[in-house]
């Protein structure tokens, strides 16, 4: 009956979506769970006391290894020693090159408090990012509530993202704007099936049912393809009696 | 304490034999503090606890002084850089779990396996498991304040729990038993911090205290019942070669923490040797401490002399 409870507890506790951001080469949580025997070498092999072994009541699988970025990030060291000290290979020696790890992603997550979102230049998670420009880069996009600025929105990059917590150790918040989260929560799945037409039209060298006819839009048949920008007293050609859009149309059913 | 009524054990009057039992009871081993003193008569004891106490003095230098000379915990570790060590039941768990351990691990288990095969593997819960002084310690306390009854399960509970922990690893793909193992626990938990597992810990010694007398190591723990597997060819065993002197005071029961395994060789039940070969005996040695005859030694398994 114990065994039996244990069990059933052992296999519920696993199937919560782990919250926590693993040592580098961690297996998948489930391999993890059956890996890891808690022994804390890989705790003790890193040099800058980031990982800790949970305790119970923190909400990881008791005695597993695990760090929170927001107070300790991983250096990303070149030498990967927690993963070298772990005899079981939870962790994984395959990985050698530090910045393929995949601890967790970090995701941008409050966009109303991120001084960037707000039009400011913070930038600060951008410039500590160990993977600059390619885990994080700064868009810039137009800001809509001056209408005459630029915002430069920080944007994770899932490709070279190591998920070391450097970003959210460092956002200059009160609580930080941008968080490391398990790969599980953090990202969602295109279905098998779907196609990017842009992209396959590129892999092709050219569109794979014809080149299509470009309909002209109204009203935009003097631009180039692309370009909607509206000057300043701009008035469309006025061959045809201009109608108002949307709701105001007229048109009825 | 009622020894001065005890004052011709080897044949204790009628009247009396009520009393000194209750004596033997709370006290068991007042008779062998006064025939051979409390140092000799506590022997074992101290020994045992100077062990487990050193072990864990090694793992925590580390933490507290900043001398690497263990490094990890009973469930895996490595001392001076070189030798590693690995539970081989974790390890069991970990590959019926469907993992393959790394050679370091494997061989660390090996390693483990080998010398408690050899050795006899309870010596693992007598030497090492800190659990151990947990549970003696509840073990001592209610003998002291008398506590009887309680409901104690089987003692073959833990071969079935060691078996459905197994299983368990299989089909939840986790090491299951370490969900809530008081050893690792413990162990753990005074080397890289509790958080709310002394809890667990609380709860073996109140089960023990007021449940089931010796029920967690004698009945429940999987993990002795592990290491009394790999105590089947045990080397060492302890002996009653001098069973003829005997005068059937009862203490070396009532401090066993296995008390079943005594009766085949003091009182040579379904054996003729006075070998103890029982794999649940943990060569603890505290029969030997507490009998005043000095009816038990620790020897090899070879030794079925009788003296
Ligand atoms: S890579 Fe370095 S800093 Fe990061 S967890 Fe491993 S040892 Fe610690
Ligand atoms: S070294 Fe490996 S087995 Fe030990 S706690 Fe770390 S991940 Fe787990
Ligand atoms: S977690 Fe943050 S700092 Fe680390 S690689 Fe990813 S974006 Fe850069
Ligand atoms: S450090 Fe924080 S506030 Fe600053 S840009 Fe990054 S997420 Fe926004
Ligand atoms: S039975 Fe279990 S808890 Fe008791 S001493 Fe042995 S391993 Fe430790």
Redesign the pocket.
């Known amino acids: 009956m114990l065994a039996l409870g244990v069990g059933l507890y052992g296999a519920e506790a696993s199937a919560r979506p782990a919250e926590a951001i693993r040592?580098?080469g961690a297996l998948p949580e489930q391999d993890f769970l059956a890996a890891c025997v808690r022994c804390g070498l890989?705790v003790r092999?890193?040099?800058?006391d980031?990982?800790k072994l949970s305790e119970l009541g923190d909400n990881v699988a008791t005695g597993t290894p695990f760090?929170e970025g927001r107070k300790v990030p991983?250096?990303?060291?070149d030498d990967?020693?927690?993963?070298k000290a772990c005899p079981t290979g939870a962790l994984d020696r395959e990985l050698t090159d530090?910045g393929k790890?995949r601890m967790g992603l970090a995701v941008l997550i409050d966009q109303e408090t991120c001084l960037n979102f707000l039009g400011l230049r913070c930038d600060v998670c951008y410039r500590v990012c160990p993977v600059i420009d390619k885990a994080i880069t700064l868009e810039l996009v137009h800001n809509p509530r001056s209408d005459r600025h630029a915002m430069l929105l920080p944007t994770v990059h899932s490709e070279h993202c190591t998920g070391?917590g450097k970003c959210e150790h460092s956002c200059v918040l009160p609580e930080a704007a941008i968080k490391v989260l398990p790969h599980k929560l953090a990202q969602g799945k295109s279905a098998e099936h779907y196609r990017k037409g842009w992209v396959e039209r590129e892999a092709a060298g050219g569109s794979l049912i014809g080149e299509q006819h470009q309909l002209p839009m109204r009203g935009l048949e003097d631009r180039k393809y692309g370009d909607t920008r509206v000057a300043p007293g701009y008035v469309p050609p006025s061959d045809a009696p201009v109608k108002p859009g949307g709701i105001d149309s007229g048109w009825k059913p | 304490m009622s020894a001065a009524s005890h004052t011709q054990p080897a044949v204790p009057p009628a009247p009396t034999e009520a009393s000194s039992r209750a004596s033997v009871m709370t006290r068991p081993g007042a008779e062998a503090v006064k025939v051979k003193g409390w140092l000799r008569a506590h022997k074992w004891l101290l020994l045992r606890r100077v062990v487990q106490l050193g072990i864990l003095v090694l793992f925590m230098l580390g933490p507290w002084f900043g001398l690497w000379i263990v490094k990890g915990n009973l469930s895996s570790s490595l001392t001076l850089g070189v030798l590693p060590l690995t539970d081989p039941y974790l390890l069991l768990q970990s590959v019926a779990a469907g993992q393959v351990p790394y050679k370091e691990a494997l061989l660390g288990g090996g390693i483990v396996a080998a010398f408690y095969l050899l050795f006899g593997g309870r010596l693992f819960c007598s030497w090492v498991c800190p659990v151990n002084m947990v549970t003696d310690a509840a073990a001592w306390l209610r003998r002291r304040l008398g506590i009887k009854g309680g409901k104690v399960p089987s003692e073959y509970t833990r071969y079935w729990l060691l078996g459905l922990t197994v299983l368990a690893s299989a089909l939840t793909g986790s090491i299951a038993w370490e969900w809530v193992n008081p050893v690792s626990m413990l162990h753990r938990g005074l080397i890289f911090g509790f958080g709310l597992s002394w809890g667990i810990v609380l709860g073996v010694f109140l089960y023990d205290l007021l449940i089931a007398s010796r029920g967690w190591c004698g009945h429940v723990c999987p993990m002795g019942a592990f290491y009394g597997v790999l105590n089947s060819a045990a080397l060492i065993r302890v002996t009653a070669d001098k069973r003829s002197g005997c005068d059937d005071c009862m203490d070396c029961f009532a401090v066993c923490p296995e008390p079943q395994v005594i009766r085949p060789a003091l009182k040579a039940v379904a054996q003729d040797h006075p070998l103890i070969l029982d794999k649940d005996c943990t060569s603890c040695g505290r029969c030997i401490d507490v009998c005043g005859k000095d009816v038990f030694r620790l020897t090899t398994r070879f030794d079925r002399s009788e003296s």
Request: charged content about 10%; some cysteine; proline content about 19%.
């Open positions: 040592p580098p890989c092999d890193c040099p800058f980031t990982l760090f991983c250096e990303m060291c990967i020693p927690c993963v530090i790890a070391c």
